[in-house]
């Protein structure tokens, strides 16, 4: 079972994308999800976090602001919206679901990742 991304593409500075991940089962709604990012020659970053209700939604001090987090358990989906995007937000975007951490370690369900290019 994995998660399925989808949204990612080429954007200006300062420009917004959405992006959507979609899992396949209903199990979904028993985990946390977060969304991490990951740029070329760097680790694995924690992005944000949605509780399994998604009441409430915690985000790293790189995206605070600029990004918003979402789920919606009757689709088996989350949502990332991200706007005023910079070059440094270029990255392969991530959901994954699991325990209540920012640690990538403690996922078990992962996407592909959608890429995301943000041109100067």
């Known amino acids: 079972v994995t998660l399925v991304e989808s949204g990612g593409g080429l954007v200006q500075s300062g420009g917004s994308l959405n992006l959507s991940c979609v899992a396949p089962?209903?199990?979904?709604?028993?985990?946390?999800v977060s969304w991490f990012r990951q740029a070329a020659g760097k680790e694995r970053e924690w992005m944000a976090i949605?509780?399994?209700?998604?009441?409430?939604?915690r985000y790293s001090d790189s995206v605070r602001g600029r990004f918003t987090a979402s789920r919606d358990n009757t689709k088996n989906t989350a949502y990332l919206r991200m706007t005023n995007l910079k070059p440094e937000d270029t990255a392969k975007y991530f959901c994954?679901?699991?325990?209540?951490?920012?640690?990538?370690?403690?996922?078990?369900?992962w996407g592909q990742g959608t890429p995301v290019t943000v041109s100067s």
């Open positions: 089962e209903s199990t979904f709604g028993s985990y946390v």
């Open positions: 949605i509780s399994v209700i998604g009441s409430t939604v």
């Open positions: 994954a679901a699991g325990f209540e951490s920012t640690r990538a370690e403690d996922y078990f369900l």
